[in-house]
């Protein structure tokens, strides 16, 4: 979040000693862990560089900055990120008790193992699997959507939804789901269905879970596929991915969505930097801005938080984030004369929508007629 300027000597000093270092390669970096390239001078910084730069920051701040971060979100109310903009005022804008986060991407990106990350770094649970993830179970899928409260915590003031992946063999169907999760809500354990889930039609959702509204969107991509993609030429994945990034329901402002890469660490760290350099050059998005890497390493049976402060600050920054995207995106209230408007244009369009509908019923009934003078 912070643009950070720092030395090589107090980098040294300051690094975690048990973080996974892994984008220190040979070819950028020298044996005591200093960048080979001064990037003091920003004109000289490439994109390869600025996302070193960012992990380099990351790694940084990890150690201190995660305990910081996540007090500030179990301290987090809705709308305390809210700054007065328009001339309105904090009571007259329409702020939901609680913030809602959806996690939104491709089949088996790690969006539940995201989830599970989650509680693991900012609710502390270990290694409890709250989310049921596909990893060893290609035909398993999220059926049903869930709300977690990743803080275990009864004033938590943010909820995180796992929801369905999208298949990339009819995107158009997963789409419109999207677009109706940001339109029209979300409520935990709705049914996610596509029309060849016949055996699960019969199963409905309970209305006494509340409906909310959805604040913000994550999308969470495969980074190892995002790899498999670039290196075979078959970008389907890709496009898709694209597709869904660009979709107009997920923008709720001129910012982008936020994009959490997992699965990074089962390819090389060169392979990791270059994909993820291809994947924003491909989204027309900044390398840094928005953008973070996350292992999801409860997978493997690691807990990230001791294992991994760098991966942990990121993702707890990811949240951060997205929680100051969903205070600027507040909408003021309507008032009273707002929904006398609204309640006259309704009339307006059932009224033109009768004449119509009049129109065309008596245009049928003179056609026969017609026919009948020009004989």
């Avoid at 904090?90 to 609680?98: L, W």
């Avoid at 991407?105 to 609710?123: E, I, P």
């Avoid at 509204?213 to 030429?233: H, P, Q, R, T």
């Avoid at 292992?295 to 929680?323: H, K, M």
């Amino acid at each position: 979040m912070r643009n950070i300027s720092f030395s090589d000597e107090e980098q040294s000093d300051i690094l975690p000693k048990t973080a996974t270092l892994w984008w220190r390669t040979p070819q950028d970096f020298d044996e005591n862990g200093h960048l080979k390239v001064d990037i003091s001078d920003l004109s000289k910084l490439t994109p390869r560089l600025k996302i070193l730069r960012e992990m380099e920051r990351l790694a940084f701040i990890s150690t201190e900055g995660l305990e910081d971060l996540r007090h500030k979100l179990i301290t987090y109310r809705a709308g305390d990120f809210w700054l007065p903009v328009g001339g309105v005022k904090k009571e007259d804008m329409e702020i939901a008790p609680v913030i809602t986060i959806v996690l939104v991407g491709l089949c088996a990106s790690g969006k539940s193992s995201l989830v599970n990350y989650m509680y693991s770094v900012l609710g502390r649970s270990g290694l409890i699997p709250f989310a049921q993830t596909s990893s060893g179970n290609s035909h398993y899928t999220t059926m049903f959507l869930e709300e977690h409260n990743v803080l275990r915590s009864m004033r938590s003031g943010f909820c995180v939804y796992d929801t369905r992946g999208l298949d990339t063999n009819d995107m158009i169907e997963g789409l419109d789901e999207v677009s109706t999760w940001m339109t029209r809500g979300v409520r935990h354990n709705q049914p996610c269905f596509r029309h060849d889930d016949y055996n699960n039609n019969n199963k409905i959702t309970n209305k006494r879970y509340t409906k909310r509204n959805v604040d913000c969107a994550i999308i969470v991509a495969d980074l190892s596929e995002i790899n498999k993609a670039f290196i075979s030429g078959d970008l389907k994945d890709v496009v898709a991915l694209k597709s869904l990034f660009n979709n107009s329901s997920i923008r709720k402002s001129n910012e982008n969505p936020l994009l959490i890469l997992t699965h990074g660490d089962t390819v090389s760290a060169e392979e990791r930097i270059n994909s993820r350099l291809k994947i924003c050059e491909f989204l027309g998005i900044p390398e840094t801005t928005g953008v973070y890497d996350v292992a999801c390493l409860t997978e493997q049976g690691i807990l990230p938080e001791e294992s991994d402060p760098v991966t942990a600050f990121a993702l707890t920054e990811a949240v951060y984030r997205s929680l100051m995207q969903s205070d600027r995106n507040h909408q003021p209230k309507k008032k009273l004369k707002d929904w006398i408007m609204l309640f006259l244009t309704w009339i307006l369009c059932c009224i033109g929508a009768f004449f119509a509908i009049l129109a065309n019923f008596f245009s049928k009934c003179s056609q026969p007629h017609n026919k009948k003078l020009k004989y």
